[in-house]
């Protein structure tokens, strides 16, 4: 049979159809949080059920601790309580917890892969959105909601209907200057925010196959901002090398066993998909979003588009974004003045992310009157970085150099941009007031962001490098 | 799960697509243990930049303080996974949500708490949207799920459609874990098959 590689993934884990016509896909991996699975653990003892494979289940504190050098459990008071019950909740379910001094620590979707915990062909569910990402492995997760959190905890299945596949193709070479966050904001310029809605996207196509792993973690975390709740690329020598001998990949002859498996995850050369899409990346410029949804996107040379250009129903959402963001129409995007850069979350904040910023900030200034912070996503990119010497190069220049967290991604831990401030944000969402109550948000690269934050304005990072500006 | 069957009430409109979970349940309320869904539902687009009640805004609206339903675009309830977004909705009096589309997450996340996610045909989408302004809250519209129709006072009826599966789920208020653990023992058969043939899976 002729079959797609997300098909491949879901029948291997399909354990019955359900009477409502709904398979039961089993979930290999679970990673909890604190901003939602104490209500789960509340419901499910409420109910008299039992967590069923603890040992598969994991808790992540992410969403709510303090980026502050040095912090701890209470430094973010609002978060406190949450720490506080995920802790007590994990312990009585005899569920490990990646505390926040532990080498695991760290945003869940950038902890899973860099441990070998997810593995290619595997499940994994999360209780947020971003779960997509380890599809840049190849495993196929789900981002879910509360009852379903609580439905995985209890029967290690999640009841789904089986989405559609889509393939979006990448072709080309991406140059020198683009990253895999720009060839998921072109993306989300072609497709928009709900094109992926009902879908699985497999990202293929040379360019895809050329990103390294790290980006393509990045480009399956946008997954989600395109409306589909998973996206994933088939996993290929270099992921293999890339997870080989990480500290929970298997290893010695289970590892050959699991590779001579893993070397079958591919989409069969005529399987079917029933939407296509292809993108030529070559000539890609860095991205930036200049509205208020991710699919509001331009070239870092480009300008604000009109709305008048847009199809009338369109327009009152685009003219809405405008005002949030203090832009009008034409505008060029390069030059706008910025007052906080974040350098971090699930989507940009593993070490080659670190490395791309830093080339950027080496030698230079953050400018006057911006505030900029670099949140490491884990403690493992957090550890390896400062080998480099990475923290004390943004050190130096003015950055706060942040304890590892999602911080001002989603504005749940105290980091936060005041009203009216425009912020350059290496994030994935940039909904009015995410950020901090009418703080405009711009989602960009690493290096468009840092190089926001040594000039104080949005700045085209190759006329940076190139002493042109 | 409360059984959904009929709803009849005032029928809220927020026509705008994209509307996100971010604004429907924003995060950064204090209390996160024990929230109040009332309190958090809309609640920055409720409030003016100095702390006013937003008197444009449909909900701050006295006919739409308890609205039974929702008439809004497409992609409704896109961004986060946060199952508070339909507690917020709920804690508001919503029920039904009549949009163009549905997020795919916030959809499930409905179905899991009887709240009816109803779309129509874009052409009755476009007159039921155009009527719920003209209502503007001064009649009720009922909506039978078993008979799948959108009756209005007037007598004006629409007609929509909701997957069997996801209707008797509705209908009957089904508990989504009880039904899967009636599957317990493939499950368990399933584990011992994978903890044999494919062992990397079955341990961390």
Known sequence: MVL?????????????????????????RHILHELHAPHAFRKLEAAGRNVRRPDLTFSALDHTPSSNPGRDENTNREGAPLIAAMREGSKRNGIRV????????GISHVV??????????????????????????????????????????????IALKKPKRMRIRLDGR?????????????ILSVIGSSGGRGYTIEYAGAAARALPIEGRLTLCNLTIEMGSRTGLIAPDDSAFSW???RPWAPTGAMWERALSEWKTLISDSDAQFDAELCIDCSDLEPQITWGTDPG?????????????NAEADRRPLLEKALRYMGLTPGMAMEGLPVHRVFIGSCTNARLPDLQEAAAVVRGRKVAQGVHALVVPGS??????????????????????????????????????????????STTNRNFENRQGAGARTHLVGPTLAAAAAVTGKITDVRKLMTGEV | MQPFTVVEGVAAPLLEDDVNTDQIAPLGSSAWMNPDYAKMFFARRRKTANGADEPGFVFNRPQFHAPEILVTGSNFGCGSSREAAVWCLQAAGIRCIVARSFADIFRENCLQNGVAPIVLDPDDAHAFEALAVTIDGRSKIRVDL????????????????????????LLEGLDDIGLTMKHLSEITAYEERVSLQHPWRSKP
Not at chain 1, 98 to 103: E, K
Not at chain 1, 415 to 420: I, L, M, S
Not at chain 2, 151 to 167: I, M, Y
Request: charged share 25%; net charge negative.
């Open chain 2, 146 to 169: 078993a008979a799948q129709i959108i009756k209005l006072a007037d007598g004006t009826v629409f007609k929509f459609e909701l997957p069997l599966a996801d209707r008797t789920r």
């Open chain 1, 243 to 245: 997870l080989y001998g």
């Open chain 1, 296 to 308: 509001q996107v331009v070239a870092i040379s480009g300008r604000v588009p009109d709305p008048a």
């Open chain 1, 98 to 105: 990646f505390d926040l001094s532990d080498a695991e620590h």
């Open chain 1, 112 to 157: 899973a892969p860099e441990i070998g915990m997810v593995l290619p062909g595997a499940t994994h569910a999360v209780p947020d959105s971003h779960a997509c990402t380890v599809g840049g492995l190849g495993a196929l997760a789900f981002g879910c909601g509360t009852t379903e959190l609580e439905h995985i905890l209890a029967t290690q299945v």
């Open chain 1, 379 to 424: 403690a493992k990119v957090r550890r390896d970085a400062e080998a480099l010497g990475l923290d004390r190069v943004f050190r130096e220049a003015g950055f706060v150099w942040g304890e590892t967290g999602c911080s001002m991604c989603v504005g749940a831990n105290g980091d936060k941009g005041e009203r009216g401030e425009r912020i350059l």
């Open chain 1, 174 to 186: 991406i140059g020198p200057h683009a990253r895999a966050k720009d060839v998921a904001l072109k």
């Open chain 1, 4 to 28: 797609t590689l997300f098909d491949k993934i879901w029948e291997a884990h399909v354990v019955a159809r359900r009477a409502d016509g709904r398979d039961l896909i089993y979930v290999d």
